[in-house]
């Protein structure tokens, strides 16, 4: 189901908007909604990405258990390179 929504473009902008729209495959109408869309998308990603980094700052501080930065690159390193890339393992902060 879709609905209305009217919105303001300055005339500046509605004239850029129909010059993009005419060299590319779509409607002004078409062009809009594909950059709300991916605006919208964007933010999404965004509040989920904040999400995770917040629950994961919460577990730390529940545990006290990190990996070293060092651990972890060298983990990253082998798996890049195909070899035996066996997760390291938390440790307590000190």
Known sequence: MSSTTTIRLTED??????QISQRGSTTAHGFI????TEKVEREERRAAFDGEACARLAKLVENGESIPWDDMKRHLAARLAGTDATPPVPRKLR
């Open 13 to 18: 902008l509605k004239q850029r908007v129909t």
């Open 33 to 36: 909604l594909e950059a709300i």
